[in-house]
């Protein structure tokens, strides 16, 4: 008599008792990539307001995420036109590539800006916090470009995409930036996104030009020049 004593979880006491116990919890708290939430043709933004996945705001979600992919296609072909031994290896490791990984990071955080409208009210103070995309971004990156011009000779004509690989890589993500800011620039008007990130997004496009002419400069090959017929 007196008490009931509270019921207690029991385990199969085995060899590896507490490693089962482990995987199941690990299991138990693995996230899942699909939920199945988008089959009905919307999605969620951040501010978890789901939208159809029609609207504009996914169009520029998805040129940013594309520009991203883009300049991760560029930093993994950096090298790809060097010569082991011929002195070149290596000229990028002290700023080109480490700059791209910031912006890689920073796209991410526009992404998120992007997908928390200003003006929803879905959107709570703390978000908005959350999401402020600092004007100092683009003052690193303009710090980048002024930096990469004092070594490279002055341009005197169009340039066509092309010379090294990277150097054609970071040409195709200039480009796909620049069609990110285009979408980005209506939502801008609206009040939905800061004005700093459609700057960064313009500023980041004229990064990847000048990182485009210094991935040639570098490794001795020229830019193409535009030859009219």
């Known amino acids: 008599k007196g008490c009931a004593r ?3 979880k029991t385990t199969k006491k085995t060899m590896n008792g507490e490693q089962e116990d482990r995987e199941e919890e690990e299991q138990e708290e693995k ?15 951040y501010n978890l307001e789901r939208r159809a996945k029609s ?36 000229c990028f490791d002290g700023d080109v590539l480490p700059h791209l990984e910031i912006i890689q990071s920073r796209l991410l955080d526009v992404g998120s800006a992007v997908a928390t409208p200003i003006t ?25 470009i002024d930096r990469y011009e004092e ?5 005197t004509n169009f340039l066509c995409p092309g010379g090294t ?13 620049r069609r990110c800011e285009r979408k980005v620039q209506p939502m801008v008007k609206l009040g939905d996104v800061e004005k700093s990130v459609a700057r ?20 001795g ?6 030859k009219k017929a």
Request: hydrophobic share 35%; aromatic share 10%; with cysteine.
């Open 6 to 8: 509270p019921e207690r």
């Open 31 to 45: 996230f899942k990539v699909y939920t199945k939430t988008g089959d009905d043709g919307t999605s969620s933004l």
């Open 55 to 90: 609207d504009a705001v996914f169009d520029a979600l998805g040129d940013c995420d594309e520009t991203n992919v883009s300049v991760g296609i560029a930093r993994v072909h950096a090298y790809d036109d060097c010569c082991e031994g011929d002195g070149k290896d290596g």
């Open 120 to 144: 929803s009210e879905k959107t709570k103070d703390g978000m908005k916090v959350r999401c402020r995309f600092d004007e100092s971004h683009v003052e690193l990156i303009e710090s980048w």
């Open 151 to 155: 070594e490279l000779p002055p341009l």
């Open 165 to 177: 690989k990277f150097a054609a890589f970071l040409h195709q993500a200039r480009a796909i930036c």
């Open 200 to 219: 960064y997004l313009n500023r980041l496009s004229d990064y990847l030009f000048v990182a485009a002419r210094v991935a040639n400069h570098r490794v």
């Open 221 to 226: 090959v020229e830019d193409v020049a535009y």
